[in-house]
Nanobody
Framework: QVQLVESGGGLVQAGGSLRLSCAAS????????MGWFRQAPGKEREFVAA????????YYADAVKGRFGISRDNAKNTVYLQMNSLKPEDTAVYYC?????????????????WGQGTQVTVSS
């Protein structure tokens, strides 16, 4: 059974940084692309970042490009989201997800496993 467990969320002031982690188990982590999504209250889930199976390619939503960085450590079965220069509009529950294949898609439908989410709150 595949499990994804996020950690690292919390409350931070605008301009601050947080690093989210997502530990995966249950299948060969290095065979699959990984992604981060977020959902703010009253809004639909949106794509944040994705990374291919090897880490060779990364993709970002325009809203976070230049501020967030996705990376992975296949030896530790973990994917990370480094979030810098945080803004109040980044406040959301952040979810990691495991892709159906080796790529790093931007659409949630391309992912078949999801974590439980971690809350990120950015105060102004």
């Amino acid at each position: 059974q595949v499990q994804l467990v996020e950690s690292g969320g919390g409350l931070v002031q605008a301009g601050g940084s947080l690093r989210l982690s997502c530990a995966a188990s249950g299948r060969t982590f290095s065979n699959y692309g990984m992604g981060w999504f977020r959902q703010a209250p009253g809004k639909e889930r949106e794509f944040v970042a994705a990374i291919t199976w090897s880490g060779g390619s990364t993709y970002y939503a325009d809203a976070v490009k230049g501020r967030f960085g996705i990376s992975r450590d296949n030896a530790k079965n973990t994917v990370y989201l480094q979030m810098n220069s945080l803004k109040p509009e980044d406040t959301a529950v952040y979810y990691c997800a495991s892709s159906r294949g080796r790529w790093g898609p931007v659409h949630g439908s391309e992912y078949n496993y999801w974590g439980q989410g971690t809350q990120v709150t950015v105060s102004s």
